[in-house]
């Protein structure tokens, strides 16, 4: 039988044809002319090559670009390629030892000469003889990684039309004659076999070219066209609704307009996704921790392959900009890789309890069915930071997005479900507080995790004590602050001001949107901050080009929200220094997208409105303070503790303030820093439970303890 392949190609690997050598008998295989020919002046029996541009681990739908000399250079499947490169007997793969921007650049340089022709001459200048632009294979791939490094990576020689006796061939004397030409002697090229040797390349695999098509079969993840059709996501696959013919219009942030209609998930849809999640759960529940982690780093790759296209989405979703959603996708794709490489770790632990007898031992269970509600800012993020530790740990999930971002957990459920989680384990409903409330009311859901607002999270407490107990865990809105101390790196503080208030629009529930600066330094904070924020303000407008730093509001009515908290502390008597207006950016299509300009505000005071409640859009509010005990005093001054953070040149006075902070992150000289290995949370009315970290796995398994006693009798008390 055939081993069958488990290679994970990536953009940038290479792909070789080989053709046993003439000496061989049982594998020689008939071939063109031609391919006989590039063997014969090779140093052994490699003779075509191929450029991944498109990864997977499933090579049938791994997508090369590679010169054929009767199409040119074109981009198909492995298998198509397989089929149209000619004769051999086996593939082989090789991986560059190169910085994985290079690799990937060179796929992107091989994209730009889809359609050249084949260059039949092989000048290195890269034209053929009508002129126009044109490779042979190992050319193609020489240029692509040229153009990816900056400089030359892959040697050339001389090129060789005689064979190891030092005769010219005589299939090449004519082929260059039917071209009117003399057989080239000392012309620059490149033959496969030597790009084969080059020290730069690492073996990854091999495979019979005969029994391609036969062991590979899953298609690589692309996310859909279609992406806004069907989005409830239920026992592996798209769903139309039974909600009754309801539907919600999804508007988007970034053109103001109506992008698709989204049925709503009724109680009927509700069961229906938690019943095809409990279906599925012992299935899933049965795997080793370290089968799990295995298809979620999958999970983590297919991300990173489909960045752009997902990024692309989050953007359309929420309004952020593409350079930001990248970054949320990107870190998605780590957080599946961490709770993958944690999920094995989920063990019990045992406890001898005196004697040779008696012991106990406890077994960490999944919980069952969890269902999910997140919140709009971070669509893709948020899901992942729930549905990844709650599979590791082996139970299903059925998760509602926020009705105003409601396309991107579909994707991940899709992707998902592609690299092989069990269909029913993710599971996606689309709706607003009714969907909400009935998957929290379903007597099937064993545990709530939750995103989004105060008065939505104390609903949903109480929700999850109604029918049967369950656990929650809450991540709620904040009102956070930022102490810049007399003795702060002023230029780093400006920094981290305008991380902790610009960020996705503003809208982040750690945001510090109240500055704390000494009196001392509040001047030179102010000068250099209003400096930046203006640079900041000439990058608001459409969030899909790159250029672009801030986005826009994720709606009408949030957008006006914001708009009268400003509005509400210029009627206080607070000084607007800067911003705090629609934008209008010049292109037509986003004309009437939801922008607003970065604010900043001063001379509030502690008791209006601006300043205790939470905001969540891009307002900064600058608050001089005299002393220390003044400003801990005053940053503690709320209902929420999601974080807050400070900046000092003093290490002792930061370590000092921050264990006097109530709030579940502290930032000390920096601020929205993220990272998944750090638990993230808040106390008071911030929530509580963890997300990130290990502690997240607490939340989606319980305790079973067992006690044991292996002696034969057992002494009775009575
Ligand atoms: P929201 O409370 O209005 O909605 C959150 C989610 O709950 C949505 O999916 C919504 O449809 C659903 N929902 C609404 N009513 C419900 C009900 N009665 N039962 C069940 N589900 C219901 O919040 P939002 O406007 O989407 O998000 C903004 C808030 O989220 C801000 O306060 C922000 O600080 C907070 N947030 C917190 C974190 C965190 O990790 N702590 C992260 C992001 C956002």
């Not at 007997?89 to 650049?105: C, H, I, N, P």
């Not at 992008?259 to 999640?277: F, G, H, I």
């Not at 900041?536 to 006006?560: F, S, W, Y």
Request: glycine residues 8%.
């Amino acid at each position: 039988m055939e081993k069958e392949t488990k290679l994970w190609l990536k953009e940038g690997d290479l792909v070789f044809w080989v053709k046993k050598s003439s000496t061989a008998t049982s594998d020689t295989i008939s071939s063109s002319a031609f391919e006989d020919a590039v063997v014969a002046v090779g140093a052994n029996a490699v003779y075509h090559v191929a450029l991944v541009v498109g990864g997977g681990q499933l090579l049938e739908a791994v997508e090369v670009v590679h010169a054929l000399p009767s199409k040119g250079v074109v981009r198909q499947t492995l298998s198509q390629a397989a089929a149209d490169g000619g004769a051999g007997t086996y593939l082989e793969f090789f991986a560059a030892d190169l910085s994985v921007d290079v690799r990937y650049q060179s796929a992107q340089a091989a994209f730009k000469k889809l359609g050249a022709a084949y260059n039949d001459v092989f000048i290195e200048t890269c034209v053929d003889l009508k002129g126009q632009e044109a490779y042979y294979c190992c050319q193609l791939v020489r240029k692509c990684y040229e153009e990816a490094a900056g400089r030359a990576i892959f040697p050339t020689r001389l090129l060789n039309f005689r064979s190891s006796e030092g005769e010219l061939i005589e299939y090449w004397v004519s082929y260059f004659a039917e071209r009117g030409l003399e057989v080239p002697e000392n012309s620059i090229g490149s033959h496969p076999q030597q790009l084969r040797d080059s020290v730069l390349l690492r073996k990854i695999g091999e495979h019979r070219l005969s029994c391609l098509g036969r062991t590979l079969t899953m298609a690589r993840y692309v996310v859909p066209k279609d992406v806004t059709s069907a989005l409830n996501f239920i026992a592996g696959a798209r769903v139309k609704p039974s909600g009754g013919g309801r539907s919600f219009t999804f508007v988007e942030a970034r053109t103001g307009k109506a992008l698709c209609e989204v049925p709503t998930s009724d109680e009927k849809q509700v069961d229906e996704a938690v019943r095809a999640a409990k279906a599925a759960y012992p299935e899933w529940a049965a795997l080793s921790g370290l089968e799990r982690g295995k298809v979620m780093h999958k999970v983590a790759e297919t991300i990173r392959e489909n960045v752009e296209q997902i990024a692309y989405w989050e953007v359309r979703s929420n309004g952020k900009s593409i350079t930001e959603a990248r970054i949320d996708i990107l870190s998605s794709a780590d957080t599946w890789d961490f709770y993958g490489g944690l999920a094995p770790t989920v063990v019990g632990e045992h406890m001898p309890l005196g004697g040779p007898t008696r012991y106990a031992y406890t077994r960490r269970e999944p919980l069952g069915v969890v269902g999910g509600i997140g919140a709009w800012n971070y669509p893709f993020q948020t899901a992942t930071w729930k549905i990844a530790p709650a599979l590791a740990c082996g139970n299903a999930f059925v998760y509602k997005p926020s009705p105003l971002a409601p396309i991107t957990a579909v994707i991940l459920a899709e992707l998902l479900t592609h690299c092989g989680i069990p269909k029913g384990v993710i599971n996606i409903v689309q709706g607003e507080k009714e969907t909400g409330e009935a998957l929290c009311l379903h007597s099937d859901v064993n545990k709530v995790s939750f995103t989004g607002s105060v008065p939505t999270g104390q609903a949903i407490m109480k929700m999850c004590a109604t029918r049967n107990i369950k656990p929650v865990t809450l991540e709620l809105g904040g009102k956070s602050a930022l102490i810049v101390f007399d003795d702060a790196d002023v230029d780093n503080a400006v920094v981290g001001a305008m991380l902790a208030n610009y960020l996705t629009q503003g809208e982040v529930c750690t945001n510090a949107s109240r500055v704390f600066v000494h009196k001392s330094v509040v001047k030179e904070f102010t000068d250099k901050l209003l400096t930046e924020v203006k640079k900041l303000a000439t990058k608001v407008g459409d969030p899909l080009l790159d250029e672009t730093r801030m986005g826009a509001t994720i709606c009408q009515d949030h957008m006006n929200k914001v708009l009268g908290y400003i509005d509400s502390a210029r009627k206080e008597g607070a000084t607007i220094l800067f911003g705090g207006e629609r934008v209008t950016p010049s292109a037509d299509e986003v004309k009437e997208g939801f922008y607003l300009s970065p604010c900043v505000i001063t001379d509030t005071n502690d008791t209006m409105k601006v300043v205790r409640e939470e905001i969540f859009g891009a307002v900064l509010l600058i608050i001089p303070f005299d002393n220390e005990e003044d400003a801990i005093e005053r940053v503690n001054n709320t209902t929420f503790g999601l974080a807050a953070g400070l900046f000092s040149r003093n290490m002792r006075r930061a370590y000092q303030v921050a264990a006097r902070l109530n709030a579940g992150t502290v930032f000390v000289n920096t601020y929205n820093d993220v990272d998944v290995a750090v638990p993230f949370g808040g106390v008071k009315n911030s929530g509580f439970g963890r997300e990130n970290g290990m502690a997240a796995l607490q939340h989606y398994t319980s305790i079973k303890s067992v006690y044991v006693d292996t002696s034969d009798k057992l002494e009775s008390p009575f």
